[in-house]
């Protein structure tokens, strides 16, 4: 399944003559109470879900959390009819120049959130993986084609596309507003969809996600829906 890249959118220093054992006790206290700020769950609708992700991750991971790395995705899709020059655009694409700088990022096996858009009720439905890397969208070179583009050049082409495989459905519909839910209460709390790019640059419709947010997202299918 080929998906385009163009899609709609758019200090202070301790004094020495204080005693070693007392400023490596006022280290460890500093220390311990970041810990907990950090592993406090968030208050409202999130806490369930918070609280069993945090126990997963450090029941895996030996208590440490991963890197701040974009390692999977979230392509969103048009599940409803849209006919432009005569063709079904339910997976739509228009230009986006971020969009296609996400898409040629994407790695071979790495798996993305597949969403739905411009519908009564957005939300993720399933998932899918890349099966193939990058490489230059044709369409943008058939005038015929709705994403033809005269500025392209077939020795430079300006636009991408990259295939990719279902996996599976998600076990149950996760809504954008659950998720809506959660990141609000992860901005204040410091959770893992604080930064979710899906609220934070809501109009691209190809978003990195962190191993984090991913985690936590695909931890919700499990939890009956609010």
């Known amino acids: 399944m ?48 918070w609280k069993n992700w945090k126990k997963a991750k450090e029941s895996d991971a030996g208590g440490e959390e991963s890197k701040q790395t974009y390692c999977h995705w979230l392509l969103k899709s048009e599940p409803e009819s849209r006919l432009e020059k005569g063709v079904d655009m339910k997976v739509s694409t228009v230009t986006n120049s971020s969009a296609r700088n996400f898409l040629r990022a994407m790695k071979l096996g790495q798996q993305a959130f597949f969403y739905h858009s411009n519908c009564k009720e957005p939300g993720i439905v399933g998932i899918v993986k890349i ?5 230059p969208d044709h369409t943008q070179f058939d005038q015929k084609d709705p994403h033809y583009d005269s500025t392209s050049r077939k020795e430079n082409p300006k636009w991408s596309m990259v295939d990719v495989q279902f996996v599976r459905m998600t076990k149950r519909f996760i809504p954008l507003s659950e998720i809506k839910a ?14 979710m790019m899906l609220f934070t ?16 997202v695909l931890s919700l299918e499990e939890e009956k829906p609010h």
């Open 2 to 49: 080929p998906w385009p890249s163009r899609k709609r959118d758019k200090g202070a220093v301790a004094d020495k003559k204080e005693p070693d054992a007392k400023i490596a006790k006022t280290e460890e206290t500093q220390k311990k109470e970041e810990e907990e700020k950090s592993t406090k769950p968030p208050a409202g609708s999130s806490k369930s879900g």
């Open 131 to 135: 099966v193939k890397e990058a490489y």
């Open 182 to 195: 959660h990141h609000l209460a992860h901005k204040a709390d410091g959770g893992p969809l604080k930064n």
């Open 201 to 216: 640059r809501q109009r691209l419709s190809i978003q990195p996600l962190t191993q984090e947010e991913f985690d936590f």
